[in-house]
């Protein structure tokens, strides 16, 4: 992993110096040349990341890897750490990873379990999305995202539609229980990204999953630069 992040800082190098070479942003003071890179260098960070966690996505990677930074990012930190933890402990079969300031949250058989070629969730799973909404509903200043996904059975084109409908089960599920729908994005990944192999049926019982980028909307951001400030 070091020797990852010493490649992504390099790069993140390079692009400052051609950045703050441009002419058209001399004219930007230090401020908003800062937070520009910042972004910059979140999302490169994000980028590299994503594809060296095992099973996420480059996207989800760069999602999470895009950050606020400062003392801001410290306090939105310090609140995704809280609401990890609250997840854990209402829901312990799921894995929570920290990345960056924000969530990656996989929902695998043992919470969110889809048959062969269905994107219907199980009473099981309908019970473990119910232990999620509290604590989604105590940070309603998240934003997130659901990826699904596939084994690798069957027809990639159908399995890309299969895992949308995953997510979007998924979605439609936690908007009935009173969560609002414009946080939410569904992805689609098919049978991208799997965590076990699809040479066994329990492996690819791991890969029919839905993963969550859970990330500060706005109104956090603006919230923990007030509160930094």
């Known amino acids: 992993m070091k020797k990852i992040i010493v490649i992504a800082l390099i790069i993140i190098l390079a692009v400052s110096t051609v950045f703050t070479s441009c002419e058209s942003v001399k004219n930007t003071n230090k401020t908003q040349r800062g937070a520009a890179l910042g972004a910059i260098a979140g999302a490169v960070l994000g980028g590299v990341i994503g594809n060296n966690v095992k099973g996420m996505n480059t996207e989800m990677g760069a999602v999470l890897g895009g950050v606020v930074g400062g003392v801001a990012g410290g306090v939105i930190g310090n ?29 695998g058989e043992n919470a969110v379990r889809f048959d062969t070629n269905k994107s219907t969730l199980t009473s099981a799973a309908k ?17 997130m995202i659901i990826y699904g996904y596939t084994d690798i059975t069957g027809k990639a084109d159908f399995n890309l539609k299969l895992s949308e409908q995953r997510a979007i089960a998924v979605e439609k599920y936690l908007e009935s229980k009173g969560l609002n729908m414009s946080r939410f994005k569904m992805v689609g ?8 192999t699809n040479d066994t049926p329990e492996g ?10 859970i990330t500060a909307n706005e ?3 603006e919230d923990a630069k007030k509160e930094g400030n």
């Open 204 to 213: 690819r019982s791991q890969n029919r999953r839905v993963e969550f980028a």
């Open 189 to 196: 990944m098919g049978i991208a990204d799997p965590i076990a």
């Open 127 to 143: 019970a473990n999305l119910d232990k999620l909404v509290p604590v989604f509903k105590s940070y309603a200043d998240t934003d």
């Open 219 to 221: 109104k956090m951001i």
């Open 79 to 107: 609140k995704m750490d809280k609401q990890a933890r609250e997840i854990e402990t209402a829901l312990p079969g799921a894995q929570v990873e920290r990345i960056g300031e924000g969530i990656r949250l996989v929902l």
